[in-house]
């Protein structure tokens, strides 16, 4: 049998007890960039002349940090991750904050018929409705993300072996809407040595230039944000301090 991506994970995450290991916030560069999740929407809503509300996968989520924030703003978010404590520890949370926690498959019930509050769809709105959150224990080597699925797709931090790294670009191509959104942030190989977070091995990091290959086979065109940065994080008691990342907006092109 092979080995359980998850087994790790769910120790760590116990031992984080209540506390969230990589703390209660959502990620700074998702939070940042939240609006384009949902005009991401919206114009692939306009394309299918059809309303609902956005659909967004959270990939190696873990506790649920992006997925919860992405819920509250009226979302219906799936987060997939091999950790089953992780994935508990999420649902908890979303309880407490009151946020449907639901199968994955109510994520797909069509509700064109029912319409859409409109204020879902609007960065801008000081009140929207609450979404739901679907929770999903898979391994993203084997599990498949859909075919033009998702409004948008979220990954923050989820390293892999390189062949597995490869298939999850190619399912997030795969399973984006046409117009659909990535937003990742990942480690970049700078970051190795630095003590501040992420994998022990450069291989298992992230560079813009695999990103511009795997996604857009070597074109910039269909980037909003490709960047590798440098920039203090404070996430938990996981990631601190001064860090090497690669941040990626990736909008699928429309057919
Ligand atoms: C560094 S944590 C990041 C968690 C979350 N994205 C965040 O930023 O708070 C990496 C996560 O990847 C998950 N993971 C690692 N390998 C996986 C795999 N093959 N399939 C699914 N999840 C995996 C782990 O269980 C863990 O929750």
């Not at 989520?61 to 009226?74: F, I």
């Not at 033009?148 to 399973?175: K, M, S, Y």
């Amino acid at each position: 049998m092979p080995p359980n991506p998850g087994a790790v994970w769910d120790e760590r995450y116990a031992a984080a007890g209540a506390d969230m290991l990589f703390g209660d916030a959502p990620n700074d560069f998702v939070k940042a960039e939240t609006a384009r999740i949902l005009q991401a929407a919206a114009a692939a809503l306009a394309g299918a002349g059809s309303l609902s509300t956005p659909r967004v996968l959270c990939l190696a989520e873990g506790e649920g940090r992006n997925a919860l924030h992405l819920a509250a703003l009226g979302c219906r978010v799936l987060a997939v991750d091999a950790s089953a404590v992780g994935l508990q520890k999420a649902s908890a949370w979303a309880r407490r904050r009151e946020i449907p926690v639901v199968p994955p498959e109510a994520l797909f019930v069509d509700e064109a018929s029912q319409g859409v509050d409109p204020a879902v769809l609007d960065a801008s709105a000081t009140t929207r409705p609450v979404g739901a959150l679907g929770l999903m224990i898979a391994d993203l080597s084997q599990w498949s993300f859909g075919a033009a699925e998702w409004d948008a797709i979220v990954c923050t931090f989820g390293h892999f072996p390189p062949p597995v790294r490869r298939r999850v670009l190619q399912e997030v191509r795969r399973a984006l809407k046409p117009g659909g959104l990535f937003l990742a942030e990942f480690y970049n190989p700078a970051q190795l040595g630095r003590g501040t977070g992420g994998p022990s091995d450069a291989a298992w990091m992230v560079s813009a230039n695999e990103l511009r290959e795997q996604l857009a086979e070597g074109f910039d065109a269909p980037f909003e944000i490709l960047r590798e940065t440098e920039r203090e994080i404070t996430e938990g008691t996981a990631h601190q301090g001064l860090s090497a990342t690669v941040q990626v907006a990736y909008r699928r092109p429309s057919l």
